[in-house]
Structure formats: structure tokens, C-alpha cells
């Protein structure tokens, strides 16, 4: 039998429709699992210098992808548009907003946009939270989806939790240079509890509610383990976290749980009290929470981060950029406890939101975390359902814990995943009917295996959108893929950028190897063979670094050391450059050094240490060119004076200038950088190079004053100098320098 020509009936367009939504339904529950599961616990070893950030940031990214545009789909297939709109809609898209002008106003747009190196938080990927908001929010219909999402998360925390004890009792398969403090998948024992403190308000309330004793078991496992990660890791932000969060969490449980699980809530009390006791008998628990130092040198970073927000009020200085922002603003107290140290957050997370996004982001940012709240507790009061009812209060809770430990701490990729998914599973809950239905004769209520009650999304009380033509949807299809497909590339590119980075890095550190062992080496054949194949890995990290470059223009470490940096293309190029001997060759090698350093200042966030390499470059390439050698110590002094002018408190560059000055014959100017370097460089090793460098500089200074007459300005200058010396004595009684200098003085003062 033939078919029917003409258009098809439209029930088979209805069918078509369904399996197309259906589809796209399990692609976006799929992809959200796979997420919120893999992302705390990526990490790579093998290659590349960011081994924890950047590869989940790329899965996050490449999984967006199909995630996004399945949403996209299911959005103009059932036009639901409607499902977009809660209490949380505005003031997430705000906080959006916000991130974009902050980010087209930065210091440093690109970076912004980008996101600085191994923080990666800038506009692209908050961007990519939202949108992962949006699409939970606005696709979760039914509680069986929430509580799947939820059972993920535990069982990412599990895997942690398990790793992370097993790092405590020595029991890693992985070297790791950082020993003691647990640190499991998050690369950081400070970030460790910032993530489990946001589980466990869920899991304790899944285990007052959980329907059997087994469940309950497994449950209980699961909190021992987390509470001891908790505890051994030795992180105040999770302290401050869980002593705002669980006071809280014990408002939300009810009567009927408390009388449930009478019991167990007193066993959990009297452990948790035994086990605060022996912690504060046996162990340092106190000291580590109160470290004096620690305390002070947060109180000066706040005081430094408010000096920023009022040079920079509106939109702040731009997302991931407060590096850059800080140096100038610096409180010289901090400097004398953490030297050379220029904070790139101000461990205060909300005090970062009024740095880098100014007054304008902290203020739609708090209106978002209040809508959050209030949006919570009142889906909390109308549910009538006991355990939707203790999810709704975990969650928030969950995320509470977040916000408390931020008040010393910040957040990170996976705690910030986690932030952006408990909000939309709270905001999903907020358009269901979480009331038990009536039951009829003859019927129960429906529920899952598990015993955790089903229920469905609210009917829409509004008409949905026109049918979309055709056209229309294609070309929308066509620019999300676009668009998505273009993230999904630019993921790929630079984590193949950081790949080929550390296989230059790699490759460096075995050619330094090999050179130190072909010193070693007495036999001269097999020096040869060594020192070859020095240089042939110095060729490939050669190849491997301008291919990082190449792949990724916008990082500045690819092309000189900075943070998470040891090397660079740029300092590749000079060390070369001192080790060839035809001129030519040496000549272009640094000049192209002095290419890469030039372009690595547009976006490096570590202005001073280019400017430093530059400095130094001149100054050696002046030692080799005697006729030149005054115009190349000026430009040595001009790149190192804008050093000091991006971080003041960088110590090594006034010694630089000290020195420099003194031999341009500007003694003045060398006394006031040597007396800056004293200040900076005393809580340091380099204490007592500063105040011989200051004791010489300032006797030169008086020296001359006096030969020209000027008896009593001279003296000035040469009892301060008697006083350095005198100082450098105290601390090195032996130091020859000094005792020579004093010498000295004797016949002039």
C-alpha cells in the first residue's frame, strides 16, 4: 500500500515533536550528571602546568555543549518560555550583566573575559554557570530529577572524601610535592572542606529522613568520613562555614525527625564532643584556627582592598584582575608579614565582588543571594511534604555554608558549580507542587523505589508562545551551535595550549638535569652526548612554548615566568642568547626575548617580574658592550623603575636601581631606592644584602657632599651609614663589608 502524499497528518507532527523533546530531555539530565559528578574530581599529572582548574573547566565547557543546545531545542520545540521566569530570574541576569561591564571596563579586558591563569573565573565562565542555572532551573520538572542530581553530588563528595583519607594516612599513589593536610581532587587542602561543608547539610538531612536502616548506615559512613576530611584538613573558611550553616540546619529539622532520630542526634552530639575535646587536647586545632599571622595579614589585605574599591567604585577594576589591581594599594604592614606576596583575591569573597565588580556588583549580587533565601523558605512553608521539606531547607543550608566560609575564604570551579547547581535545584523545586495528593479510594500515593516521594511541576497558568516557524527555528539552532561549538573550541585550544606548555616545562627541567649531571662528567665523549641532548630538549621546549604561544596569545606566562609558570618562550629565547657566542645570533635571540616579554606586559597580571626581566636584560647586555653601556643602564633603570611603580613593595628591584644609580653617578637617587629596599627586604634573607647595599650607598652620598663641602648634609648620610653597618654587625658579626666601611668612616666623621 502506498503512502499518502502531502504534508503529514498532525498527530505523526505531534509524535515527532515528543521523541524529539524526549531526547533532549535525557541529553540535559545526562550532561547536568556528568557534570556536577566529574567536575570536582578531574585532575591531570601527566602534562600541562594547571593540572587541577583547566581540565574540569574544558570538560565543564565541551559538555555545555550538547547540554546547552539540547535546552535550546527543547525550549522552541515546547515552548515552555514560561519556565524561564522565577523569583530568580532577574537578579541572576543581573549579576550577568554586572560581569559583562565590569569585565568590558577592566584593567585588563581580555583577562576578564578570559579569566586569569589557574582561577580561569572570568566572564566566560560565570557565563557558563548561569547558563547551566538556567538550564536546571528551567528543566527540572519533577522531584525524581532533583533527588538523582542530589544522590550525584553525594557521590562525588564520596569519591573525594575516600581519596582524601586515604592522603592523610599516607596511603597516595600520587607524589605529590604538598604533604599532611588532605586535599583529595580539589588540589588544595583549603579548598577541600569549602566543598564538602556544602554536602553536608544535604546528607544530614538525608539521613534523618531516610526510610530504612541501611540507608541510614551508608548515610552515616558517608558524614564520619566527610566530618573527618573536615577536621584534618585544618581550614578555617569551613570552620567559619559550618558554625554559620549547621546552627541553621538545626532550625529547619522538625519535631517529628528530632523524635525519630532522637537517638542518633544524641549519639552525633556526644561524638561530636569527644571528638572536639581530644582535637583541642592532642592537636594544634586552636592555633591553626587563630595563626596570628594569618589573622593580621587578612586584616591588611581587606584594609588594601578598600583603598581599591574607592579608587574604582562603580564597575571595580574587573573580574579576575584584582593581581594587577593590588600592589599599588598595598598596606606596607602586610608587606613586612608576607614579603613579595600581591594578593589575587582578598579572601573575603565579598569583598572580591565590590573590587572587581565595584558597588553595581556587590549590590545585585547580594539582591540575588536575598531572592535565593527568600525564594527558599517559602517554598520551604508551603511544602507539605516532610521530606521536600528538609531537601529544600539542606539545600539552602548547603549553599549558606558556601557563603560563610567565603567571609575568609573564596570560591573555586567546583565549589562555584555547586553554588549555581543547589540554587536552580532549589528554584526548580519552587515551581512544583510539593503538597501530597489526596488519596483516592483505592489508590496511594506514588513514589520511587527508594521511598522518596514523586511530585511534577506546576500546569502552566499562562498561554504558551505561538508555534515557531520553521525558519525561525533553524536560524536559532544555527547560532547556538555557533556559538556553543566556538566555546567548545576556544576550551580545546587552550587546554592543548597549556598541554604543549608543560611538555616545554618538561622538557627544560630534564635539559637542566642533563647539564648539571655533563658537568659531573669527566669523560669527554660522553659530556658531548650529554650536553646534544640538553640542547635538543632545549629546542623542543623551544617548539613546545611557541606552540603554546601560538594556541593561546592572551596568557602571559607562555612567554615568561609567572605565576604557575616556571619558564617562558621569552626567557628561553635569553637564556639561549647567553649561551651562543656568534653576535648575530645572540643579538636576535634577545631581541626576540624582549618581543615576547613586550607582549606578555598587555596581559600579564605580574607586571613587575617582566619588567624585572627586561631590566636585566639590558643591564647584562650592557656589561657586554662597554661604549654603550650608560644608555643601556638607563633603559635597565627606566624598565625597572616601572616595576616598582606596578608593585612598590618588590624589593629586588630597588637593590637593582640602587646599584645602577650609583654607577650613573646619581648617589641621591641610589640612597632613596636602597632606603625602600631596607623597608621591604627586612622581614626577609636578603635583610642583610639590604642594609650593606644601604650602609655603601648612603656613605657614597656623604663622601661626595663633603668633598664638595657641604660638611653637615654629608654627615647626615655618613652616620646613617655608620648606623647600617653597625645593624648589618648585629645580625653578622663577620660580615668584612661592614667592618671595612666603618673603617672608613672613622676618618670622615
Partial sequence: MKKPKGKPTKRTISDTKEKVVYWCDRIIEAGLILIVFFVPLIFTIST????????????????????????????????????????????????????????????????????????????????????????????????????????????????????GTLQFFGLDWISWASKGRPFSTLGNPDFFPHFLIMLL?????????????????????????????????????????????????????????????????????????????????????????????????????????????????????????????????????????EPMNNPDRMHNQYLDELIMRGAIGFLVYMWMLVSFFVTSFKTWKSSLDSYWKAMIAGIAVGVLAYLGQNIVAFGVIPTILYFWMLMALNTALSQMDLSPAKVKTGKKEISTAGDIPVYEARPPTRKLLPEFHAPVKIIVYLVSSAILITSGYWAIRFMSADLAYGKGETAVRTAQYYEEQAQKETDSDRKNKIVQEANRLLEEALNNYARAVALNPWEAGYRTATEGHTSGLGNLYYDLSKRISDPTLKEKYRS????????????????????????????DEANEKPDQRQELLRKAAENFEKGIQADPGDYPLYFQLASIYTELGDPEKAVERAEKGIIYAQPTENRNYSLLLGAQTNFNLGSKLKQEGKTDEGAKYLNRSKELAEQLLTYDPGNSDAKELLEKLKSLL
Fill in 48 to 163: 600541562g602546568a594547571d593540572i587541577f582548574n583547566l581540565p574540569r573547566l574544558t570538560f565543564l565547557r565541551v559538555m555545555t555543549i550538547p547540554v546547552a543546545l539540547a535546552w535550546v531545542i527543547r525550549l522552541f520545540e515546547t515552548r515552555e518560555f514560561y519556565r524561564l521566569k522565577s523569583p530568580m530570574t532577574l537578579p541572576v541576569l543581573a549579576v550577568l550583566l554586572s560581569w559583562l561591564l565590569s569585565s568590558i571596563f577592566s584593567l585588563r579586558p581580555e583577562v576578564s573575559f578570559l579569566g586569569n591563569y589557574l582561577r580561569h573565573e572570568g566572564f566566560w565562565t560565570i557565563a557558563n554557570m548561569i547558563l547551566l542555572f538556567f538550564i536546571a532551573s528551567s528543566t527540572y520538572k519533577t522531584t525524581a530529577q532533583v533527588n538523582r542530581l542530589l544522590q550525584v553530588m553525594l557521590w562525588s563528595g564520596l569519591v573525594t572524601v575516600i581519596y
Fill in 201 to 337: 547539610p544535604i546528607a544530614l538531612m538525608k539521613f534523618l529522613h531516610a526510610p530504612k536502616l541501611e540507608l541510614k548506615l551508608y548515610l552515616l559512613a558517608f558524614i564520619a568520613l566527610l566530618v573527618f576530611n573536615v577536621v584534618v584538613a585544618q581550614t578555617r573558611g569551613s570552620y567559619v562555614g559550618l558554625a554559620i550553616s549547621l546552627p541553621v540546619l538545626l532550625f529547619f529539622i522538625s519535631k517529628k525527625a528530632y523524635r525519630e532520630n532522637r537517638n542518633w542526634l544524641i549519639a552525633f552530639g556526644a561524638a561530636f564532643v569527644l571528638v572536639l575535646v581530644y582535637l583541642v587536647w592532642k592537636t594544634d586545632l586552636i592555633a591553626s584556627i587563630l595563626r596570628v599571622a594569618t589573622v593580621k595579614s587578612r586584616f591588611y589585605i581587606w584594609l588594601g582592598g578598600i583603598s581599591i574599591f574607592f579608587a574604582y567604585p562603580f564597575l571595580g577594576v574587573g573580574p579576575d584582575v584584582l593581581r594587577i589591581a593590588s600592589p599599588p594599594f598595598k598596606d606596607l604592614r602586610y608587606s613586612l608579614i
Fill in 592 to 619: 626576540m626575548a624582549r618581543e615576547e616579554w613586550t607582549e606578555a606586559l598587555k596581559t600579564t597580571m605580574y607586571l613587575e617580574n617582566v619588567y624585572m626581566m627586561i631590566g636585566r636584560s639590558y643591564q
